[in-house]
């Protein structure tokens, strides 16, 4: 702190950090002091008494501002640069971004090339050795899974925290894809019903990104286990569907327009109070606001059961490519099966087959999961199948989109309309959920690759 101080009387004081200065026109020390005397030429000015201090012939307030400005901007500089250096590491010891960087990703000979926007809230880069410490040198105990694009662990830092961590392939190009494609989209999004990425780590071969942990794993791990689906009551799986269908975020009301184009349970993770969160979004793309109907792609990536047809058979994708799998996971939800495996449902196909049928002979009921009985909620559950079914129909015109969804599960009075006959009636889709498809288009729309398993 700098202070200085003048009176009406020739003189004044500089208080500073383990240093102050004082000078007047007498003496106020009792040991010798240096006398400052002016040129015997000039108009004889009051005698200035200073400790430690040369003046000649300077006005005292020429000289308070003249020490006081420079201390005061050092004392500037320093708060600064302490603030700026404690502002770089986080709790756990990570550079935060605070700045527009640019990084580099290898992908064979091509460089990818993003920079990460300014201000990220939160979002991390971590050190390898970290990621290995958190991890555990990615042991086999920490071990959650592991999908297309490489394994899941589970860590926790040193203060606490628990995360979970995707290491991507070194050897797959669709992993570096992924990781650039997550780490611009979903560090970008704030949603309750949207996993949190905390932040990355990317260090020669290795590309991690690192999410909030989420103890009660994927929904498939419930919905399909003939033990554990046991676990989630009606308001559960009602409360699951309508958190789920904060999908609307992602179409309308983020500050990116994003189609997610891999929605299946076991992207939607579970946190400890069963609320679900969508995850992975490698394969979502960005859509402008003037371009929210329709896009196309020669290269088809996603997982069959959860496909839209006109997506699967012609790169076609759009808001109401979401809608379709969305209408997947209301049925799957429901009735406790995948879509796909003739032994689930009986004659048919496929589940959307099988519901269909059901529900075209009045016997939807039949469509509910066993461990639901009793039946005690039967008008939310025939509402809910449906707008599964609307949101399922071939023609991508004829379904509702996200926000008319939302309102048809909130909605108690709304009357809906019947829906035509879904997409796949007469096909089978797949035969396990896991089975993941890649397909290229030709200008002339002839397959060139085939699909290949997850």
Not at 40 to 62: D, I, K, L, R, Y
Not at 320 to 338: A, C, M, P, T
Not at 369 to 392: F, Q, W, Y
Request: proline fraction near 4%.
């Amino acid at each position: 702190m700098v202070n200085a101080t003048t009176s009406v009387r020739l003189g004044g004081r500089i208080f500073v950090l383990r240093c102050n200065v004082r000078f007047e026109t007498f003496m106020f020390f009792d040991h010798p002091m240096r006398r400052i005397s002016p040129s015997s030429n000039a108009p004889a000015p009051p005698t200035v008494w200073m400790s430690n201090f040369e003046v000649h012939g300077t006005q005292p307030w020429v000289i308070a501002i003249s020490v006081a400005a420079p201390l005061a901007l050092v004392a500037f500089c320093v708060t600064v640069y302490c603030r700026r250096l404690r502002g770089r590491k986080n709790k756990n010891g990570a550079k935060i971004l605070r700045e527009k960087r640019s990084y580099k990703l290898q992908e064979g000979d091509q460089e990818l090339v993003w920079d990460m926007e300014a201000g990220l809230s939160g979002f991390t880069v971590y050190d390898f050795h970290e990621i290995l410490e958190a991890t555990s040198n990615f042991s086999e105990e920490n071990k959650l899974g592991e999908g297309g694009f490489g394994p899941v662990y589970k860590g926790h830092f040193l203060q606490g925290l628990e995360i979970a961590v995707k290491r991507l392939a070194s050897h797959s190009g669709q992993g570096v894809l992924e990781f650039k494609n997550e780490v611009q989209l979903i560090a970008k999004l704030q949603h309750r019903n949207l996993v949190r990425l905390l932040g990355c780590c990317s260090q020669g071969e290795e590309k991690i990104l690192v999410y909030e942990y989420l103890p009660n794993k994927s929904l498939d791990f419930y919905i399909f286990d003939e033990c554990r689906k046991a676990l989630l009551d009606w308001n559960k799986r009602l409360a699951i569907i309508e958190g789920i269908a904060g999908l609307l975020y992602l179409h309308k009301h983020s500050r990116l327009r994003v189609i997610h184009r891999d929605l299946k349970p076991s992207n939607i993770l579970l946190d400890d109070e069963m609320n679900p969160k969508i995850s992975d979004f490698g394969l979502a793309k960005i859509f402008s606001s003037n371009n929210t109907e329709e896009d196309t792609t020669r290269r088809v990536v996603g997982t069959y059961g959860y496909m839209a047809p006109e997506y699967a058979s012609e790169g076609l994708f759009s808001i109401k490519s979401d809608v379709f799998s969305f209408g997947v996971l209301i049925l799957e939800i429901l009735s406790g099966k995948r879509n796909s495996g003739s032994h689930q449902c009986g004659g048919f196909i496929n589940l959307l087959g099988y519901s269909w049928q059901l529900w075209d002979e009045g016997n939807w009921i039949d469509i509910v999961d066993a461990s639901l009985t009793p039946k005690s909620h039967p008008a939310e559950m025939m509402r809910c199948i449906n707008v599964g079914l609307l949101c399922v129909q071939e023609n991508a015109a004829d379904r509702p989109n996200m926000l008319d969804v939302t309102a048809m599960l909130s909605s108690k009075t709304m009357l809906l309309r019947g829906p035509k006959h879904p997409a796949y009636f007469n096909l089978r889709v797949g035969d396990e959920e896991d089975s993941f498809a890649t397909h290229s288009y030709s200008v002339n729309d002839i397959t060139i690759s085939v699909a290949t398993p997850r």
